[in-house]
């Protein structure tokens, strides 16, 4: 398993957005998330996307529009926000090809697929367990605000 950019993205984007429900603001622009994050446009809107299609949050048209959760907080867990994210969290090999079709398919013995399978589902017990309200609430409590910007050669790590 390996949590791409998009997901990383996908579940900042998201943490982003309930802080501002939190705080009782209007649904959050792509463009304030941009700049939050110092990621592109296009990419975030791409990412925004992404969340709407996977039900995680909506878009609201308009002068005051934006994005805003679908539903609340505590309805919404780590799996959903990477799923929405990325697509699926935990391939096997084995699902999609077969890197060594003789001896390697969905339907033939394998002494590994268990393993993997056990892997995935504790994983996706892990993820599911973890809702976007326990995420806020850890960003709420921390000194460090997450931060996305790359540090340049000549910034101190303290100011990245």
Not at 30 to 44: P, S
Request: glycine fraction near 6%; hydrophobic fraction near 40%.
């Amino acid at each position: 398993m390996r949590i791409t950019q998009w997901g990383e993205l996908g579940v900042h984007c998201t943490v982003a957005i309930a802080q501002h429900q939190r705080m009782d603001k209007a649904p959050v622009g792509a463009q304030e998330i941009a700049n939050e994050f110092h990621i592109a446009l296009d990419y975030t809107q791409q990412i925004l996307q992404r969340l709407r299609k996977g039900g995680v949050i909506e878009s609201v048209r308009g002068p005051q529009g934006g994005y805003r959760l679908a539903k609340p907080e505590a309805e919404i867990s780590l799996a959903d926000i990477l799923t929405a994210s990325e697509g699926e969290i935990f391939g096997l090999v084995c699902d999609h090809s077969q890197p060594l079709p003789e001896r390697c398919h969905p339907e033939l013995a394998c002494g590994m697929r268990e393993t993997w399978l056990a892997l995935r589902n504790h994983i996706t017990d892990f993820l599911a367990a973890r809702s976007l309200s326990d995420l806020v609430t850890i960003q709420y409590q921390s000194d460090a605000p997450v931060q996305i910007k790359r540090r340049t050669a000549d910034a101190p790590a303290s100011e990245a």
